[in-house]
Structures are given as structure tokens and as C-alpha cells.
């Protein structure tokens, strides 16, 4: 397929599928499995008193609390790609190539989302450079993979073709999650000694997973416009044009407070997926693994709905407003969860809500996004300054919340980061000019 046809439902239907092959790695990887076997794995209970001798790792040396490096970890895989998609970004638009791009973070993150099966505490260095590449692998194609949205869509549908891809993204994960928890639950009968190696299967399963589902999408997306001429540095190329897109940038205020907006809230809604797990583990007391899975289950389920009920709210009130109104419920959700959430039922409640609105202010966020776009064919170099905002973001809110645990010795405390986060964000929002798509 040379060309690219806007509004085309195989097309967008195709793209969205990404969202189903890649979204596995997110809620098993980071938000389900994954979390609950790192966190055994490096401060496993004593069997005979069921209490942690110790949750202190050493890595190059220097000692961490297991989670606190584990925060750091993400966090230098964000700055990685903040610092490396502007750059390739540029290239793609150049090259008119950027499903190659996509291509190749989708291979690396997902294969090295299968080296995790050999996780272990010994070779904990190892480890978390699987846990590092695998995060690049799946936030690098993120970027190439959002570029797509406003050249398959027009901009009336721009929210619907988002929610979409996130609906498809919960649904897809959350059938791979449900397998693997029929796996882990009923190990004896699927071949497994414990359930410790049925959850390192489950680390293979995302691999396959996400590299045979993500062939739909890549057979149907086109390479991507090549909308300039040959010669010249590639590389140098693609700086000039985000030079050029940061000139256009700075005199459109609409979009500059969004991204400001944007940018401070993102500190904390992928924190809240990133620790959510690893936070109940530690600080609710009696709270079961399966449960905690299960748990986050629903926040998948909410999340399918939640989704599509901003997109519809979104065409009431507008998108700042509906985005406004996520906000002001996460800020609820967090000052809720560091006053009151210490038992499993209230953790339970707590993860609906954030289900509610997780799905909503990221399909918001995107389209949103693509709205405020000037006129432009150069979308991949303009998606990489919405996806660096989001990136760094990203990094300060999970630098602090390792740090402020490793200060003070508690999760708990890290959650008031959170809350300054969600309230700055809010706030700036208010200050966006209105505009009749987006008010």
C-alpha cells in the first residue's frame, strides 16, 4: 500500500490494532505480572515467619530499595527516548520511513520483554537492562505509532479513532492477562513446578503476543510520506526541522499551554500505572498476588469504558473541559489513596476509579493533541515534541517518586508528589484560551 487514504476503516481498524499487540506489555510488564514477581524476587518473605528480611538491592555497588531502583530504571528509559525520538522522528519525516522506526522499537522492546524470563536477583544488573530496553522499545514506537492518527483520520474524528485504539489496547491486554493468570492459577496442569516459572512464561507470552498481533497493523500502514527532497545529512535534516517546528510552536499559544498543561499532569498519570502495583504490595496490608492482578483487570475493563465516555463527554463540553474533569477526579483518586486506602477493599474501590479515568485523559491527551496541530505533513516531528513532553514528565514523576521513598522509607509519602502534579496541571489548564473544537 503506497498511499495513505484518510478515514479508510481498514486502515484506522489496522492501526489500531498496534494498540491490541502492544498494550501487553503495559499491564503485564509494568502494571500486573511483572511487578508482583520483581518485587518477590528481590525481597522474597521468609516461609516460616511470611515476613521480608530485607527489600535493599545493590546494583553497580551502590544500595537501593528494590522499587526505588526500579523507579530509576524507567526513568533513565524515558530520558532515552525523550532524547533519541526528536532526532529519529525527524528522520522518519525526512525518509518518509517511519513504519520502519515503528518496526524496529516494537522488535526490541518486545523481545527484550522475553529476556525478562531469566530475571534474577544475582544477575540484577542484566535484569534491569531488559527492564530498561524493554520500556524504550515499547515508548520508541509509541511515537511513530501516535504519528499515524492525524493522517488516517480527519480531526471531527480524531477522539472517536483515539478512544478506539486505547479500547482496543485495554481489551487486547486484558485477554492476554486473563490467559496468563489461568496459566499462573492452574501451573500443575499447564506443565509448570510453581508459579514462579509460570510467571516468567508469561513474560514470553507478551513477546509473542505483541510481535504476531503488531504484523496486522505494519501490513496495512504505509511507509509514511516522503515529503521532501533527497541530499544532504539525514540527520542534520532532521534537526533543522524540529528547529523549525519549535519556531512554530512558540507563537501558537493555544498549543504551548496545552503542552505545558499536558507535560506537568503526565508526571503523574503514568507514575500512578507504573508503581500502582508495587505500591499495594508494600503498603496494603493482606492483599493477595492474584487479587492485586485481578485488580488490575479492572482497571482495563473500566478503562474500555471510560475511554469512549470522555470521547462522548468531549463532544459536550469540549476536550479541555472533559480533560479538566479527569484531572480534578485523579486528584481526588490521590489524596484519597494517601489518607485512606491501607485495606485491599479500599485499594479495590480506588483501582476502579482510576480505570474511569485513565483510558479517558490518555485518548483526551492525544486527541486533543492532534487538534491544536497547525496545518502540517511533518506530523511524526510534531507527535515527538508531545511525546518528549510526555516522556520527561514521565522521568521527574518517577525520579521522585523513587527519591521520596528512598528519603523517607515509605510509598505513602511519594503520593503527595502526585497530587502537586495532578493540581499544577489542572491549574494550567484552566488558563488555555478557548477555541470552538476544543474549549
Not at 463527554?313 to 477526579?329: C, E, M, Y
Request: hydrophobic letters at 50%.
Amino acid at each position: 500500500m503506497s498511499n495513505l487514504i484518510k478515514g479508510d476503516k481498514k486502515l484506522i481498524n489496522a492501526w489500531t490494532f498496534y494498540d491490541f499487540a502492544n498494550s501487553s506489555y503495559p499491564l503485564v510488564i509494568t502494571s500486573a505480572i511483572f511487578p508482583i514477581f520483581y518485587v518477590n524476587e528481590t525481597a522474597p518473605k521468609n516461609p516460616d515467619t511470611g515476613e521480608v528480611a530485607t527489600d535493599v538491592v545493590t546494583l553497580l555497588g551502590c544500595n537501593f530499595k528494590n522499587t526505588e531502583i526500579y523507579d530509576y530504571v524507567v526513568a533513565l528509559s524515558f530520558i532515552i527516548v525523550s532524547l533519541s525520538s526528536p532526532i529519529l522522528s525527524g528522520i522518519a519525516d525526512y525518509s518518509g520511513n517511519k513504519k520502519r522506526f515503528m518496526q524496529f522499537f516494537c522488535y526490541l522492546g518486545s523481545l527484550s520483554c522475553a529476556s525478562l524470563y531469566f530475571f534474577s536477583k544475582d544477575f540484577l544488573f542484566w535484569g534491569m537492562l531488559s527492564i530498561l530496553f524493554a520500556s524504550v522499545g515499547y515508548w520508541g514506537s509509541v511515537v511513530f505509532y501516535n504519528a499515524y492518527l492525524p493522517e488516517i483520520a480527519e480531526p471531527e474524528d480524531h477522539d472517536k479513532v483515539s478512544a478506539k485504539g486505547f479500547s482496543m489496547g485495554y481489551l487486547g491486554s486484558a485477554l492476554l492477562l486473563i490467559i496468563n493468570l489461568l496459566i499462573i492459577s492452574n501451573y500443575d496442569l499447564f506443565g509448570f513446578v510453581d508459579k514462579k516459572s509460570a510467571s516468567r512464561f508469561s513474560f514470553l507470552t507478551v513477546a509473542i503476543w505483541w510481535i504476531c498481533f503488531a504484523q496486522i497493523a505494519f501490513l496495512k500502514l504505509p511507509k509514511g510520506t516522503k515529503n521532501h527532497s533527497d541530499g544532504g545529512n539525514v540527520i542534520f535534516k532532521g534537526f533543522k526541522e524540529l528547529a523549525k517546528v519549535w519556531n512554530e510552536l512558540k507563537h501558537i499559544k493555544r498549543l504551548k499551554r496545552y503542552l505545558l498543561a499536558f507535560f506537568t499532569y503526565s508526571m503523574g498519570v503514568q507514575t500512578v500505572m507504573l508503581v500502582a502495583v508495587m505500591f499495594a504490595k508494600k503498603e496494603i496490608v493482606g492483599i493477595e498476588d492474584s487479587n492485586l492482578i485481578i485488580s488490575v483487570l479492572l482497571i482495563q475493563f473500566v478503562g474500555m469504558g471510560g475511554s469512549f465516555l470522555f470521547s462522548r463527554l468531549s463532544k459536550k463540553i469540549g476536550n479541555i473541559k472533559a480533560l479538566g474533569v479527569s484531572l480534578f477526579i485523579w486528584i481526588g483518586i490521590c489524596i484519597g489513596t494517601y489518607g485512606f486506602v491501607f485495606t485491599p477493599n479500599a485499594f479495590y474501590v480506588v483501582a476502579c476509579f482510576v480505570g474511569l479515568v485513565m483510558g479517558g485523559v490518555q485518548s483526551l491527551s492525544r486527541s486533543t493533541y492532534s487538534k491544536l496541530l497547525p496545518e502540517t505533513e511533518d506530523h511524526a516531528s510534531y507527535f515527538s515534541f508531545f511525546d518528549v513532553c510526555e516522556k520527561i514528565g514521565i522521568v521527574i514523576g518517577m525520579f521522585s517518586f523513587g527519591l521520596i521513598e528512598g528519603l523517607t522509607g515509605g510509598m505513602r509519602n511519594s503520593i503527595l508528589a502526585l497530587i502537586f502534579f495532578f493540581i499544577t496541571g489542572f491549574l494550567i489548564l484552566l488558563t488555555i484560551p478557548k477555541t470552538k473544537n476544543v474549549s
